[in-house]
């Protein structure tokens, strides 16, 4: 029942950043009460991340056209990834999900993040994999002829050995590169890439046990996702 003279605010959903929510929760020991999210697109996942873990959350784009839901519950602003305009230690977790990619200067972003986190903090960043067979499976409000096209343009930048974000290519990053730059900068770095799919296909858990279990996941999982402390 809600409290008198307070209106029910309706509960944003989206599976893919709820699962994420749960992931972050039960790793950190304290909740995080200050949130960033770097490459936040149209400012939902910033809402939802607010939302599902009851904090304060900014997010910051280098693109405006901000979802309105999203922007009244919470602080949506410009900004770029390399030169963020906040103070050391600011934020309890900073998040980026399906941006780094889209970075030329990725390192630059990465330092900046570490940056911006407080000690105690968690960070968790999610790229596509680029050694996927196949991507865009998930992707919302998109058409069959579209994922088609897609792929179809990524393994021509493949054939053409051109599949890497430095040529254009929506390609992300390897497991062992996505480790390897986190580790260049944050304590720790935990994949958690299993755990992801297991949440967001929780009606499909023994087929995504069996791509973990075949070895097979570092071609199958279209994404990778990490997580970790300062």
């Known amino acids: ?48 991340l607010a939302q599902e873990l009851q904090a304060q959350a900014i997010g910051i784009d280098l693109k405006t056209d901000f979802n309105a839901i999203a922007a009244e519950r ?35 972003a990465l330092s900046e993040m570490h940056r911006v986190l407080a000690e105690g903090g968690q960070y ?14 998930g992707s919302k409000d998109t058409s069959l002829l579209q994922k088609v096209s897609w792929n179809a343009k990524d393994w021509s930048a493949r054939l053409c050995g051109k599949f890497r974000n430095e040529f254009g290519a929506h390609a992300g990053f390897s497991p062992e590169e996505l480790l ?13 890439t299993f755990q992801y799919y297991m949440e967001v296909y929780s009606d499909k858990v023994r087929l995504v046990q069996l ?20």
């Not at 944003?12 to 039960?26: F, G, M, Q, Y």
């Not at 791509?211 to 300062?230: A, D, K, M, N, T």
């Open 1 to 48: 029942m809600e409290s008198a003279g307070r209106p029910h605010v309706e509960q944003l959903r989206d599976r893919k950043t709820e699962a994420i929510a749960r992931i972050i929760k039960r790793g950190v020991r304290t909740q995080p009460k200050r949130i960033l999210v770097v490459g936040c697109g149209s400012g939902l996942e910033v809402a939802i």
């Open 211 to 230: 791509i973990h279990s075949s070895g097979f996941e570092r071609f199958l999982f279209p994404s990778i996702y990490f997580v970790g402390p300062r």
């Open 124 to 137: 968790c960043v999610g790229t596509p994999n680029r050694l996927r067979l196949m991507g865009y499976i």
């Open 74 to 108: 919470v602080t949506l602003q410009q900004g770029d990834a390399t030169q963020l305009q906040f103070a050391d230690e600011s934020f309890d977790l900073v998040y980026s999900y399906h941006s780094l990619e889209h970075i030329p200067k990725y390192r630059t």
């Open 180 to 192: 390897s730059a986190l580790g260049d900068f944050f304590s720790a770095v935990s994949d958690v």
